[in-house]
């Protein structure tokens, strides 16, 4: 029953997003014949592409199974349409790097889709969105420049974050294996270790574990509505808000919760820091705030000069989206990839052989724990 309610959901929609497109795209077709039609590399066409989601029944950041078939089609490099837009995917190692490193500067330009989606409220002065140019610079160099809190050198300045989180990890992965007699699920543990730790780097280190649960909850159900928004938008890219408003709906509803609760980091920081101000006195007020640099520490200061344009500071829209920026993208990339270390340690006896040896080699008689300094001498 549910498989024909989606069969005539997904129908529908079809027979809409064409229909619109007959009804409206011949005025926009005939000035298009007057300018030279660059050539793309080759691909599915967007029915053939939605096919492919319907055949493999997979959420649109699950693209590998797709991938795959369309690459042994279509070649390495292929032209990908999401609604109307079109999108060159590489799927292919070196010719990425060729394009993303070599040729950076050239497909330096940002996706228009994702402003599309997010509500204009929501700024789109960030790393992901800005165009490439000066505001993306100025952006960027406060993330990983000198200054940036993702600088290598002032990286070291957080141990006292990683040393809590990993405390907390740890405890946690003690309690599981009890529970579990022995069976231990790392994924959750993970996730909440990574989404705290980018969290306090973000918002400061004084932060408590129930407001970080708090957020935590709340981007699970933002990386599940928003797969739903962008498949979505792929279906019935010109009207998705409206055959798709149960998703829409549900996606604001969201995101206002998201607001609401960033919204009140952004507004504590800067009393904290008005406060500061007024009272002239940091030692008196290092008790009750940060000892670390934040990355929000670094927005409210942030000016922002494009050209003959100068904007003094962000405002709140801004520094909300950059901040959601910095904790929400880096989550599931570094928690898949902290999935594969353990899913080798535990399959492969050679690799827990080599993390021992090197282990016994710095680690002193008695000691509990590796020291961060230690891993400089432990290449593996």
Known sequence: ??????????????????????????????????????????????????????????????????????RNKYGPIMTVYLGSQPNVLIADNNLAYQALVKKGAVFGGRPEGMKKIF?????????????????????RRNLVGTEGVLYPPRIKSYSHIRKRVLDNLVAQLIRDSKDGQGHVYVREPFRHAIISFLFLLCFGDNIDENKIQEFEATQKRFTVVSTRVIKAYVIAQKLWKTVFKSVWNEFEDVLKSIEILIGSFIQARKKMKQKNEVGNNIESSSSSSSSALSYIDTLLELDVQDGNDKVNS???????????????????SILTALQWVMANVVKYSGVQANIFSEMNQVVEQGQEWIKENDLQKMPY
Request: charged letters at 15%; one cysteine or more.
């Open 119 to 139: 509500p204009s409220r929501f700024s789109h002065k960030t790393v992901a969105l800005s165009s490439y140019g000066g505001i993306w610079r100025v952006l």
């Open 314 to 332: 962000l405002d709140e829209a801004d520094i909300l989206s950059l901040c959601l920026e910095f904790v929400n993208p880096g989550t599931d």
């Open 1 to 70: 029953m549910q498989t024909d309610t989606i069969f005539i959901t997904i129908s529908i929609s079809l027979l809409v997003y064409f229909t619109y497109n007959l009804l409206f795209s011949s005025s926009s077709s005939s000035k298009s014949t007057t300018k030279t039609k660059l050539k793309l590399p080759p691909g599915p066409s967007t029915f053939g592409l939605i096919a492919n989601f319907i055949w493999h029944r997979k959420s649109i950041s699950e693209l590998g199974p797709i991938v795959s078939s369309l």
